[in-house]
């Protein structure tokens, strides 16, 4: 059983609606470019795969894709995109499940590896990477940096996103690691805002560098977008991966 809340029908029917709202074409291209530089003329598997946001056109691109899918109704949105041979999906959790087949690229994008709500499941979603790479492959994490630095005395929120159609803040627990998103987004035109809220496990790359020691895992480049510019102590998030020995 994993701690990672699932995902239900309403929310993966308007995922990639609202996601296409915060990412453009040109950065989807830099995120699949880079994957695909990784994945060489192997073959990659995406943790969390989801509605395909990032698989789909990695696979387009000549990367043959295997997903893993913790939400059957993400898995069916996919679905509709590519069909099973195009791009195989099997239903389970990132930190557990095992597919058939040696990769030359893991990957988990979009602070996915957060949705692990305690440590020892992160620690097993890296053992399970190593699992399945190839010698010499790689493992690739996309994560924010805990936001604590902009918390002063007493404060526990910081917002991330003020717009005219949704304000998101975070609410953090600095005891426990754990940090929730809330989310009011404006679906229509009456002035209602829809709520929700999801609860994420933050950690520090130090912290993942460990995890992946104890997998087995080198650290191999950490940058701090998928331009590959410098990651540096103003980076609001990094792109870090990591090798397993040949």
């Known amino acids: 059983m994993t701690s990672s809340e699932l995902w239900d029908r309403a929310t993966a029917e308007r995922y990639d609606a609202e996601e296409a709202e915060t990412t453009s074409p040109a ?26 946001r990032v698989g789909v056109p990695l696979r387009k691109r000549g990367v043959p894709v295997t997903g893993i899918e913790l939400s059957e109704h993400m898995a069916a949105v996919l679905r509709r995109k590519v069909d099973e041979d195009t791009l195989p999906v099997v239903i ?4 557990t499940t095992v597919v058939p087949g040696e990769f030359s690229l893991v990957y ?4 996915t590896i957060s949705n692990l709500l305690t440590q020892d499941e992160q620690v097993e979603c890296f ?27 007493g404060q526990i929120a910081v917002p991330f996103d003020v717009s005219e159609r949704h304000v ?4 953090v627990d600095p005891v426990e690691q754990l940090l929730v998103s809330h989310h009011f987004t404006r679906d ?9 809220a999801s609860r994420h496990r933050y950690a520090w790359p130090a912290e993942l560098d460990l995890m992946a020691r104890i997998a ?6 950490r940058v701090a977008d998928w331009d590959g510019s410098p990651f540096t102590q103003d ?12």
Do not use: C
Request: hydrophobic fraction near 40%.
């Open 27 to 52: 950065l989807l291209e830099a995120t699949v470019g880079f994957l695909a530089e990784l994945a060489g003329d192997g073959q990659a598997l995406e943790f969390a795969v989801g509605t395909g």
């Open 92 to 95: 389970g959790d990132m930190a």
């Open 108 to 111: 988990l994008v979009y602070n």
């Open 127 to 153: 053992r399970n990477a190593a699992r399945h790479l190839r010698p010499g492959g790689r493992f690739l994490v996309e994560l924010g940096v805990p936001p604590l630095r902009f918390l002063p005395p």
């Open 168 to 171: 998101g803040f975070d609410t």
């Open 188 to 196: 229509g035109d009456d002035g209602r805002y829809r709520r929700g």
């Open 216 to 221: 087995g895992l080198e650290l191999e480049r």
């Open 235 to 246: 980076s609001p998030q990094h792109i870090s991966v990591w090798r397993k020995p040949a």
